[in-house]
């Protein structure tokens, strides 16, 4: 038997499924992080728009991150 061509091929199997783990779990938190972020800037607009004087800096700042 070639266990000397098993055993490579083994180590690079278990080796890329903990790689493709690990690449899913970065995935999902870049996801919530988005998604918070989304959220806080939602909050940022809700708020300056309610304030007495809005600050145009912040509605630019606003629009701009929304267009991507």
Request: proline share 4%; no cysteine; aromatic share 2%.
């Amino acid at each position: 038997m070639d266990t000397h061509l098993i055993i490579p091929r083994l180590i690079a199997a278990l080796l890329s499924l903990l790689d493709s783990a690990n690449l899913r779990n970065r995935v999902y938190t870049l996801e919530e992080r988005v998604a918070m972020l989304e959220l806080a800037i939602e909050d940022i607009e809700r708020i300056n728009s309610h304030s007495a004087s809005p600050n145009p800096l912040i509605e630019g700042i606003i629009s701009n991150s929304q267009k991507l």
